[in-house]
Structure formats: structure tokens, C-alpha cells
């Protein structure tokens, strides 16, 4: 019989932080025995959804031959998970007394109080079945495509040491026999028997999302796992390498962003000046279209107007001699005239004389004679 967690049932995540805190429970340390050590886990059940439930930290002491030891904090309850022995607890004092006969190795978990661990990311988590968002509890023996998405956000509250140097590990166990496919992209998969292990990672304070496909026609899950862990010197190394180079790229990614925002803005604007230029054409190629349309009407009426003035032309041209014979008549009249006027000029004087003559043959009493003395 198979023993597994429903992903509705419980899909939970273990987040655990590993810190080494030594004690030193001598009075002397120059004639007193070596001091205990000890390392912690921490671990913090989280909801289907990645909101905190409770937390609990788990103490390996090396006991150094030492019997009695205390330790220092506020507990909600204290459990001993090696042997019978009960602490004696004083308010945030911890003391233990432990058998002579006790292991060199002890441990011990204390649960904590909700809000009083700070980590450093907090996680969202979603999910959905067949692209549409589901609901964890929704997920029970589903038949489908489950979408699991992981999202890790830095927390800037945290304690500075542990946002410079933890490491971050999402995890989780997918069971085949019920499963047709798993993807996961930017994650290891690694087989285990019957199982498929899915790990990724992300180095101190960075943020991302972690997609996990399951394709099952029965849909079960283990849960998922967050696991924060100390990077050693020559790994914290490397990562300040690696972030270095990543800011140096992300300054060569922005200024080559910019640039081709600038180069877009150009095609934009030569966009704009085609637009226009297009816009012109057309209009142009309307125009020639109604020229086309109009060019025989206008061959037509061309064609007429040339016959018509060919017409007047050879009417000219056969009125052309009554012209010149009128022209020259008329030039003939003009002389004579001239002369009869030049005629009249000269006989003005003549014509004085003749008016004084005249008045002399006017007989006295006013009234001319008549001839035969009548």
C-alpha cells in the first residue's frame, strides 16, 4: 500500500534555514571541559498557498562529554527527540540535564511563536488545472494538466547576513505510476526509483518564479519543499562574480535598449514621412487615373480645335488678296485726301481775297445794282 499526502489533503512547504551557533557552558575556559556546539534547523510549515502556519526550530548538540548545558529563548513548547529527559524551564531560560549515559549527539525541537521568524524570501503560491485557476483543495485526483507556480520574492525585513548569503532550493517528489508527464523549465529532474525529483535554485536576494507541470489523470503531491542554506565563502564568492556580471549585462541590456528605442523612434518618424509620401502618391496616382479617363475627350476636343483653326486659317488665307486690294484702295483714298486738304490749305489766302472783292461790289444803300439801270 502506497503512503503519500494528497495535494489536497496537504500541500504544505518546509522552508529550513541551517545556521552553526556554538555554546559554551564552561565556567572557565581554560580549566573547564569543552563547550557544547550546536546547529540549528529551522523549519516553517507554510500553507498550500505559501503563508506561514507554524515553525519550529531543531537543535544538534554535541555534547563534548558535557551533561548539563542551558539554552536561551522564548518557546511555545519544547520536545526531546532523544532520549526522556524534561527541561527545567525559567522564563527564556532552557536548562537540561541530561543521564550520563546520553549519546555525544542530542537533539532537541522548540516551537516557536508565529511571526517571530523572518526569512528571507516570502512565496506565492498558485495553481491551475488545464490553464483555468484552481483552488489546492480543487486538486484531489484531478485529470489534467496541474500547473504549479512558485513565486520568491526577497525579503527586504530579513536579516541582512541571511539576504547576502542564502542560498535558495525549491523541491519537490513527483510519484510516476500516476503521472504521464513532468515539466519543469530551469529545473534538474533527477529519476529516484519510482519518483522524479525537481530541484531549482536561487542565489541571495534574487526573485523568481518556479513553473512546475504535472500531467496526471490522478493527481497526488508530497508537497513542495524551500530549503535556504549558507553559501560557503568560494561559493558567495562566485555568486558576487556572477551578480557583478550580471549587473554589467543588465547596463549593456539597457543601453542597448535604449538604443533601439531610439531606432524605433526613427523607423516611427520614416513610418510617418512613408505615410505621407504613400498618401501623396496616391493622390498623384488618382490624378493620373482621371487624366487617363479624360485623355481621349481631350484628344477629341484637341483634334476639333486644330481642324477649326485650320479652317480659319485657309478662310484667311483666300480673303488674303481682297484684303491687300482693299488695303491698298483705302491707301489710295487716305493720299487723295491729303491732297485735297493740302489743296484747301493753299487756297485759303485765294479765298480771303475773293470774300474782300466781294464786299466792294456792294452798292450804296445796301442794295446791290441790278443790270439795265432797272
Known amino acids: 500500500m502506497k503512503s503519500k499526502w494528497s495535494a489536497a489533503y496537504r500541500l504544505t512547504a518546509a522552508t529550513l534555514i541551517t545556521s552553526m551557533i556554538s555554546i559554551n557552558m564552561a565556567g572557565n575556559i581554560y580549566a573547564g571541559p569543552p563547550a557544547v556546539s550546536v546547529d540549528e534547523t529551522l523549519y516553517v510549515n507554510l500553507d498550500y498557498y505559501g503563508k506561514e502556519t507554524d515553525s519550529s526550530v531543531v537543535k544538534g548538540v554535541t555534547l563534548n562529554g558535557i551533561r548539563s548545558f542551558s539554552d536561551y529563548g522564548t518557546y511555545k513548547d519544547i520536545t526531546n527527540m532523544s532520549n526522556y529527559a524534561e527541561p527545567a524551564v525559567d522564563g527564556d531560560t532552557v536548562t537540561w540535564q541530561l543521564p550520563e549515559d546520553t549519546k ?30 484552481k483552488e489546492a ?24 547576513y541571511y539576504q547576502n548569503n542564502m542560498l535558495l532550493q525549491v523541491a519537490t517528489m513527483v ?25 531549482f535554485a536561487a542565489v541571495p536576494g534574487q526573485e523568481k518564479t518556479f ?20 553559501g560557503t565563502l568560494d561559493q558567495i564568492s562566485d555568486i ?7 549587473d554589467t549585462f543588465k547596463d549593456s541590456a539597457d543601453e542597448l535598449l535604449d538604443g533601439m528605442n531610439e531606432m524605433l523612434d526613427t523607423l516611427h518618424n520614416i513610418s510617418n514621412g512613408m505615410d505621407v509620401t504613400k498618401k501623396g502618391l496616391s493622390q498623384l496616382q488618382g490624378a493620373r487615373e482621371n487624366f487617363d479617363a479624360s485623355k481621349d475627350e481631350i484628344i477629341s476636343k484637341t483634334d476639333a480645335s486644330i481642324d477649326s483653326l485650320e479652317a480659319a486659317n485657309q478662310k484667311i488665307s483666300q480673303l ?55
Open 104 to 133: 555525544d549527539r542530542f537533539y532537541y525541537e522548540c516551537q516557536l511563536n508565529n511571526g517571530e521568524v523572518v526569512l528571507p524570501w516570502d512565496f506565492d503560491i498558485s495553481y491551475k488545472l488545464n490553464g483555468i485557476p
Open 211 to 230: 513553473h512546475i507541470e504535472i500531467s496526471s489523470h490522478d493527481f497526488e503531491s508530497s508537497g513542495v519543499i524551500m530549503m535556504m542554506v549558507p
Open 175 to 199: 510519484d510516476m505510476e500516476d503521472v504521464n508527464s513532468v515539466e519543469a523549465p530551469g529545473a534538474q529532474i533527477q529519476s529516484l526509483g519510482t519518483y522524479k525529483a525537481v530541484l
Open 240 to 246: 558576487a562574480d556572477v551578480k557583478e556580471a550580471k
Open 137 to 160: 483543495q480543487d486538486l484531489l485526483h484531478a485529470d489534467g494538466l496541474v500547473e504549479i507556480d512558485v513565486h520568491c520574492i526577497p525579503n527586504k525585513n530579513a536579516n541582512i
Open 320 to 374: 488674303a488678296p481682297d484684303i491687300m486690294a482693299n488695303k491698298q484702295g483705302l491707301d489710295d483714298v487716305n493720299n487723295k485726301m491729303n491732297t485735297l486738304v493740302e489743296t484747301l490749305q493753299d487756297s485759303g489766302e485765294d479765298f480771303y481775297n475773293l470774300s474782300s472783292s466781294l464786299r466792294d461790289l456792294r452798292f450804296p444803300g445796301g442794295s446791290p445794282k441790278r443790270p439795265g439801270g432797272v
